[in-house]
């Protein structure tokens, strides 16, 4: 068996999408570093969530930053007087939904470029090449930073603005969840042996974990399985 030697930092909230990504660096051969944030979240649950995985999938080292985003506000996931908005198809049979142009009130301003900027400092210091993250442009097309332009902005500028980048060592930035459905990164995570048991996607998540089954997280992570014909293991509140 041929030895990881390629170290790479993994973006990890305790989701589904992340924990898919984590699966997919390892088995492309890296030694992950997982980090996670603490950002003023409504919810520590995935962060839990993001605990469990780390544990299960072996990571070299797992550590969880705080910054306090909530100082801001600005999105329902940070701001307790802003709700968070149930889905439209939450009570309904419908499936599918058109990409809307606004961008959700669940959006955090700036939270991924803040994130990879963090995850870049510490993959100079761990001498990687590689940051990855579960963004995905598909089911959350609403927001601005899960674009395939961003991420390749975010790299250019990573490679401008970093020792390594200008001593000749260019970071990537890996986002292989970026085009896949929800039902694809599931199958692709299954494949891989992931426990979708330890994730937790959803905005508004109990402490214990359950989820409140009526945000648009919870919506698109359960048609996801549906559509994958696979059981969903996620415990609802």
Known sequence: MKQKTKRAVVLLSGGLDSATTLAMAMDAGFVCYALSFDYGQRSSAELNGAKKVAVAAGVAEHRILKIDLGQFGGSA??????????????????????????????????????????????????????????VNAVDYSGYPDCRGEYIEAFQNMANLATKSGVEGNQLTV????????????????????????????????????????????????????????????????
Do not use: M
């Not at 142009?101 to 939270?111: D, G, M, Q, S």
């Not at 919506?219 to 415990?235: C, S």
């Open 174 to 237: 890996h986002a292989p969840l970026i085009h896949l459905t929800k039902d694809e990164i599931i199958e692709v995570g299954r494949a891989l042996g992931v426990d979708y048991g330890l994730t937790v996607s959803c905005y508004a998540a109990e402490s214990s974990g359950a989820a409140c089954g009526l945000c648009d997280s919870c919506h698109i992570r359960k048609q996801g399985f549906v559509t994958a014909k696979v059981d969903d293991p996620t415990i609802y509140a």
């Open 77 to 134: 996931l940070t701001d307790h007087d802003i709700a968070v908005p149930q889905s439209e198809f939450a009570e309904g049979v419908q499936t599918q939904t058109e990409p809307s142009e606004e961008i959700p009130i669940t959006y955090v301003p700036a939270r991924n470029t803040v994130f990879l900027s963090l995850a870049l400092a510490w993959s100079e210091v761990l001498d990687s090449r590689d940051i990855f993250v579960g």
